[in-house]
């Protein structure tokens, strides 16, 4: 732990990247709290793979990946809209459809490119690898999505809860699905030098689903996944340093375990309580 | 005194096939019309086209006079229960000041006066004891008083209900029905649809008998008569059955 901490003082890539999965792990938290929500968990897996071709085309076109990716990513998500709306298709067959092209088109786009693009750590992440404009990339996102689920708190928590109440005060429901598109797409690409595409989704849902079984409140489940994310993060970059383990993947896995006992032992949703009342119960009849 | 609801020839299709066809009416002020009709008659169709949930494809509606969009914040809309995620982490409380949303607009966030206001819609749908529960953990007559009581947050002038009193007990309808009785008294005007007629009698001034084509509208004796509803209720005879028990 010691040898952990004064690498951390020492080390400027490791403070960078320590600070950085912070970053990513919150604001995986809060967004990744409206995706579950919403049961939209799928989503959020196929716009982490759509983000690829787009960041493949800014390397070879020399902007900044963060746009190219932003603009696929968007993309696919209207794209998906498009064809469950106007098809028989159902929404996952369409999420299934679209990404997956998306992926596809972004290895072909790669490999063809042979950009200075490293599929390998875009796919799996390498957080030890961070730049300072990645970090302040980061860092900008992050605040974007923080300030914009502040102002739109109201907005977002309708919507999800009650869709038919939201559309009878005005709210324009799909306006506000593209809005948080957009801010899941942002999310993304913030945490692709962390844990890369495959992983991503892993970041968004489990610290999220972990605080949905520890509470009855929309702003505390958002307060407690990006807490969860945090942890996951500091904690796993822990494991991954010392241990020398692939930094994503270790902070995937200790999110896992947090959601394992949240599971196990939440007061209200987890199982073990859950037989421990039933038991009681069951004594007291008989 | 301008007309609480005034539709001229409304048209609604939904999923391609014709719902609502041709219907016109207005709706007095302090009234509390009952709309009802055989299954697939297309009134909860009919309460979300006037709500703009649904596109029209011909015809106006208008709320005292003006444009529904500028009339929001007044109408209030009691869904049916079904479209909700009852796991949602959300309590009672936070339920009912939904209802402050319209008149709070963005940026801003509920306060002091509007959780007063909504502890007090919540105690006289007798639920304030209630306020830090799960909104899934209550039963389905609570849950439709919460949704009674976030309507009443927002100080409507017009109430919209779609079939308010399925699936919830006695105890939960009586308290409803005398809060919407309280409400008309005050002047409100009040619009639910409703498919037990047996009870009818008791609870709407006016009824609007709707079976995609407007029927009867008028008051509740005229439309609860023989002719009138075999005319709706051709194909439905139990249900006309009970419409004369309760003649």
Redo the contacts between chains.
């Keep these: 732990m010691m040898d952990f901490l004064q690498a951390v003082q020492q080390y400027e890539f490791l403070q960078k990247a320590l600070f950085t999965s912070v970053v990513v792990g919150i604001i995986c938290g809060v967004i990744g709290s409206f995706i579950i929500l919403r049961g939209m968990s799928l989503m959020g897996d196929a716009i982490s793979h759509a983000v690829l071709p787009g960041v493949a085309l800014s390397y070879a076109f020399g902007i900044n990946f963060f746009i190219g990716a932003v603009a696929t990513g968007v993309l696919t998500a209207v794209g998906i809209g498009f064809v469950s709306q106007n098809s028989r298709i159902k929404n996952d067959t369409a999420i299934g459809i679209l990404f997956t092209s998306a992926f596809a088109l972004g290895i072909i786009l790669v490999t063809m490119l042979k950009s200075s693009t490293d599929l390998y750590h875009i796919l799996f992440g390498n957080v030890l690898a961070v730049r300072p404009s990645d970090m302040w990339t980061t860092v900008g996102i992050g605040v974007v999505v923080l300030i914009t689920v502040y102002a739109f708190y109201k907005e977002l928590l309708l919507t999800s809860f009650d869709p038919t109440i939201a559309a009878a005060y005005g709210l324009p429901n799909k306006l506000i699905h593209y809005l948080l598109m957009t801010l899941l797409t942002l999310v993304t690409v913030a945490s692709l030098q962390t844990v890369g595409i495959i992983l991503v989704v892993a970041m968004l849902i489990t610290p999220a689903a972990t605080a949905y079984l520890l509470t009855d409140r929309l702003w505390v489940m958002l307060c407690l996944a990006g807490l969860f994310g945090m942890m996951s993060s500091i904690v796993g970059l822990y494991f991954s340093f010392t241990y020398n383990l692939a930094s994503g993947a270790t902070i995937v896995m200790v999110a896992t375990a947090f959601f394992m006992l949240a599971f196990l032992f939440s007061r209200k949703h987890g199982i073990v309580w859950k037989s421990v009342r039933a038991r009681q119960k069951r004594a007291q009849l008989s | 005194m301008e007309k609480a609801i005034t539709v001229k020839e409304l048209h609604v299709s939904y999923h391609g096939n014709e719902a609502v066809r041709d219907v016109s009416f207005s709706i007095e002020q302090g009234s509390m019309v009952g709309i009802i009709g055989p299954n697939g008659a297309g009134k909860s169709t009919l309460i979300k086209a006037l709500?703009?949930?649904l596109p029209k494809d011909k015809g106006s509606v208008r709320f005292f006079g003006k444009d529904p969009?500028d009339m929001?914040k007044k109408?209030a809309?009691v869904?049916q229960r079904s479209?909700?995620?009852w796991t949602?982490?959300?309590?009672v409380m936070?339920?009912v000041l939904?209802g402050t949303?319209?008149s709070?607009g963005?940026?801003k966030?509920p306060r002091k006066k509007e959780k007063a206001l909504a502890l007090e819609c919540l105690r006289k749908v007798g639920l304030e004891d209630y306020r830090d529960r799960?909104i899934g953990e209550l039963s389905g007559g609570q849950q439709q008083r919460v949704f009674l009581a976030?309507a009443l947050v927002q100080q409507p002038e017009l109430l919209l209900l779609d079939e308010p009193f399925v699936g919830i007990d006695v105890a939960s309808e009586e308290t409803i029905v005398n809060i919407l009785k309280e409400l008309q008294q005050d002047g409100k005007t009040i619009v639910v649809v409703h498919h037990d007629l047996s009870k009818a009698k008791d609870y709407f001034d006016q009824l609007l008998l709707l079976n995609k084509e407007l029927v009867k509208y008028g008051d509740v004796e005229a439309v609860l008569n023989q002719e009138v509803m075999s005319k709706a209720y051709a194909n439905q005879l139990r249900f006309l059955q009970e419409a004369e028990v309760a003649l």
């Design positions: 709500l703009g949930l969009e929001r109408i809309y869904p479209n909700i995620d949602f982490p959300i309590t936070d339920t939904i949303y319209p709070l963005l940026f966030f799960q976030r």
